[in-house]
């Protein structure tokens, strides 16, 4: 089945110490996305690409980093995580100028201990 | 004031009872209107999608969006346990990015 896969599912590191969270998509789309959900919270947009072309939220702190090497694979780099980063990590998919219809991964726990 | 606001719950029925789930926004250029449900530790899924005004029915779930009061509802009929789960919304305005709404949690009771 065609799908949104994000390794890994659950995260523990460090204070400061780098991870690097990755999505991949069988669905061919465009645009892929990364959302951030703290506990009991909306997921908060980070940022999204459309093919190579990368769009940062104007909120997302610099810590937040992603790669797109290619159309199905998409990194989430976090260079030094904080207790505050501590949350789930969804990747989405969808067509373009398909906002509407976002295919959202089972997302990664995270941990910053 | 937050663009999407939405009842956080939690909310508890019986098996068989009308699940009602409600979201007020303030941006008037919304116009796709989506229901996400997301279970314990998994990524949301789209449940339901209206574009406008209007109302949509599949199954036992309804959508209505009203855009003049700018609220939107679903109501899940006959719930069911496996009904369990938060309940998103989100609306966009045609461009990439949804706004979502903080999720209001379900129990329905065997």
């Known amino acids: 089945d065609a799908m949104v896969i994000q390794n890994p599912r659950y995260q523990v590191t460090q204070f400061g110490k780098p991870v690097t969270l990755s999505c991949s998509q069988t669905?061919?789309?465009?645009?892929m996305y990364w959302y951030q959900q703290k506990s009991s919270q909306a997921p908060k947009l980070l940022f999204h690409y459309y093919d190579k072309d990368f769009n940062n939220e104007a909120d997302t702190p610099d810590n937040f980093q992603s790669r797109r090497p290619n159309t199905s694979f998409c990194f989430l780099d976090i260079r030094s995580p904080g207790l505050g980063d501590t949350a789930m990590y969804l990747c989405?998919?969808?067509?373009?100028?398909?906002?509407?219809?976002?295919?959202f991964g089972p997302g990664t726990r995270l941990t910053v201990l | 004031q937050k663009e999407v606001e939405q009842d956080p719950g939690p909310l508890s029925v019986p098996e068989g009872a009308i699940v009602s789930l409600n979201c007020t926004y303030s941006n008037s250029a919304f116009q796709y209107f989506m229901w996400y449900r997301q279970y314990s530790r998994k990524g949301p899924e789209l449940l339901m999608y209206t574009y406008s005004s209007g109302n949509k029915e599949d199954g036992r779930f309804t959508a209505q969006v009203d855009k003049s009061s700018k609220y939107i509802s679903l109501f899940i009929r006959d719930s069911q346990p496996s009904d369990s789960a938060t309940y998103l919304c989100a609306m966009s305005t045609n461009d990439y990015k949804l706004s979502f709404g903080a999720g209001t949690t379900v129990t329905v009771r065997a």
């Open positions: 989405a998919t969808s067509r373009p100028h398909s906002a509407d219809t976002q295919y």
């Open positions: 669905l061919n789309h465009n645009v």
